[in-house]
């Protein structure tokens, strides 16, 4: 391959290795180790625009070729994707460059150079041809024009409605928001954005966090003063609130059951002004590294990195408990796109049985008199609402939902319905999708 083609190998095999279960996040970090920033940013564009528009891309290839992509090889149908990505969705990228540089992959990894150029060619030659999706079922329309599965499409279609659903779909394939919470051990909001604006970035207040900020551009972010010192947190603003409604007051003893990679932990940290416990329960022992760093960075000094399972820790007596528990991330598709093709109905079933166990467990370790927030970055029922009613008429009769306006900044109120659940939607306030309810146990 030719040296400037590298990020595309990368991109490719990046793909590869999602379709074989690998975490997107992971490998993209570990290209930015061998990469520059523009070639860093080059692959993260063709991988997540890939992975956002995946069926749309198989549909229109398949167009145009005489056997289903999907039954190509996993690498010869991650170079078409890929090829059909650059020439459909990115402008900046001469068609020439798109179809030579698929067929040198086709050459290199692929083995079917001939039928990707061929393809390649075709799809470019054809492209004004090319319209939307007729399906006569509105589920399969809006599962190929959005990319999203199919099952998945029918779920919220049923709970939402067609317009709703459809517009949920679309804001999933929209770029996140990159948004930070400042780190108020060290600087209010207003000196954060004072600091960024003056490294070069160019930063907004975020509509329902008092402590955070939507950062619009930015010469990169680990090569700011802020960053290095420890002025902020990446940190969406629905998870931002999360925290907020814990409420931890300076001294107490709380408990953070599922923490890496300790943004909420430093949050809690900073909402008691450094002074007390906190214990940051993880399972995973290669994620615990990444409390320590964010907590070294930050300055939080009262967090105590813990290797345990949160359905099975025996230590208890806290004031306070965070389970900002495991499950299916239907609410953060838009950040993650890889998940939507990796998850199915039975993950939702799945995570709502180790998030019922880990309730039950953190029940057990809270003092009378504590609180307890139950979270998850979900969109759906089973791993929220159910839940928590579950627990609530089963062993957590002892507990009672606490009205969480009362912790939240004023333009967050209106987010606790009037069950007292707290909900955000990418579709209706532009916050990843989470749930949230905090309970006191009698």
Not at 42 to 49: D, K, N, R, S
Not at 180 to 188: E, H
Not at 352 to 371: D, H, T
Request: charged letters at 25%; one cysteine or more; glycine letters at 8%.
């Amino acid at each position: 391959m030719n040296p400037r083609d590298k990020p595309r190998e990368q991109a490719l095999e990046i793909l590869r290795s999602v379709e074989d279960g690998g975490f997107v996040d992971s490998l993209l970090d570990h290209s930015r180790e061998v990469f520059d920033a523009r070639d860093s940013a080059f692959i993260l564009e063709l991988v997540y625009g890939t992975l956002r528009n995946r069926a749309w891309l198989d549909w229109v290839l398949n167009l145009f070729s005489a056997q289903p992509v999907a039954k190509t090889d996993v690498r010869t149908r991650n170079i078409l994707r890929l090829g059909a990505y650059q020439l459909l969705l990115l402008d900046r990228v001469p068609p020439s460059a798109a179809i030579n540089t698929s067929t040198e992959l086709a050459k290199a990894f692929g083995k079917k150079q001939g039928y990707v150029n061929g393809l390649l060619r075709n799809l470019d030659r054809k492209r004004s041809s090319i319209s939307e999706p007729r399906f006569s079922e509105p589920a399969k329309r809006l599962a190929v024009l959005y990319s999203h599965p199919e099952w998945l499409v029918r779920r919220w279609l049923t709970r939402f409605g067609g317009e709703q659903a459809e517009t949920l779909l679309r804001e999933n394939n929209r770029p996140a928001p990159l948004v930070v919470r400042a780190n108020i051990l060290k600087a209010t909001r207003d000196e954060l954005k004072a600091s960024l604006v003056s490294q070069g970035a160019q930063a907004v207040e975020t509509n329902y966090s008092d402590i955070g900020l939507e950062i619009l551009s930015s010469p990169g972010i680990r090569t700011l003063d802020a960053y290095q010192q420890g002025f902020f947190m990446v940190q969406d603003e629905a998870a931002q609130l999360v925290g907020l409604m814990l409420a931890p007051a300076p001294g107490e003893t709380v408990l953070d059951a599922c923490a890496a990679p300790g943004g909420k932990a430093t949050h809690l940290a900073e909402l008691m002004q450094n002074r007390g416990t906190i214990v940051a329960l993880e399972i995973d022992r290669t994620r615990m590294n990444r409390i320590v760093e964010n907590s070294l960075r930050l300055g939080s000094t009262i967090i105590a990195p813990r290797l345990g399972d949160a359905a099975l820790y025996l230590q208890g007596g806290f004031d306070k408990i965070l389970i900002d528990a495991p499950c299916s991330g239907l609410g953060v598709l838009r950040r993650h796109p890889d998940g939507r093709w990796s998850k199915s109905e039975q993950t939702i079933r799945e995570r709502q049985r180790l998030q019922s166990g880990i309730l039950k467990n953190c029940a057990k370790l809270l003092r009378p008199g504590g609180a307890m927030v139950y979270a998850t970055c979900s969109t759906e029922p089973e791993e929220n609402e159910d839940v928590v009613q579950a627990f609530l008429s089963g062993m957590g009769t002892g507990f009672v939902i606490d009205d969480a306006r009362r912790w939240l900044p004023k333009p967050a109120q209106g987010l606790v319905d009037e069950r007292g659940f707290f909900h955000t939607y990418p579709r209706a306030f532009g916050m990843d999708g989470f749930f949230g309810v905090r309970m006191i146990k009698k």
